[in-house]
């Protein structure tokens, strides 16, 4: 008989996108995202920070001020979407935690991506936000919110 505490497809690449997360330095917010095909095969991982050789030593993580991370990021959609490298990703799904910005949105639709499923909508009221929505849904973008009754998933490196 096989076992049936397994995880679903969306829990699975929901976790990838929070694992991708934890890559990031970002002291305030850490965000992944996870591309996947058609079949559930992982086409690309992403997650919020610097550009290749920006050193994240040097640049700023201020909220603040003249010189904030803002002008410097690349959000974990779009770096998903680079790093994936030129891969076709029509009708992919991308799994993030956090609602997309407008500026993710514009990549997300020019890429072909066809579902976004999201854990939280912590900006839902901020333009950016509405400006996002309102792309994706005239481009038919699937927008969908991640739903599970898991509160957590355990990784074990004792074992």
């Keep these: 008989m096989k076992r049936k505490d397994y995880i ?22 850490q965000v992944g ?8 095969i992982i086409l690309s991982t992403g997650y919020n920070g610097f550009p290749y050789g920006c050193s994240d030593d040097i640049y700023p993580w201020a909220r603040e ?17 680079l790093n994936a490298h030129g891969k ?5 799904r991308l799994y993030v935690d956090l609602f997309p910005c407008n500026e993710c949105a514009k990549a997300i ?5 066809a579902e976004v499923v999201y854990l939280y909508d912590k900006y839902a009221d901020s333009d950016a936000t509405v400006a996002s929505k309102k792309m994706l849904t005239s481009a038919g973008v699937k927008l969908t919110q991640f739903s599970t009754d898991k509160d957590s998933i355990t990784l074990d490196f004792s074992k």
């Design 8 to 29: 679903s497809w969306d829990e699975y690449f929901m976790g990838v996108s929070l694992l991708a997360a934890k890559r990031s330095k970002d002291p305030n917010t």
């Design 88 to 92: 076709d990703l029509k009708g992919a």
């Design 65 to 81: 001020g003249k010189d904030t991370k803002y002008n410097y990021v690349v959000h974990a959609e779009l770096n998903a979407i």
């Design 33 to 40: 995202a996870c591309i996947v095909d058609q079949n559930n």
């Design 109 to 113: 639709i020019q890429s072909g991506i």
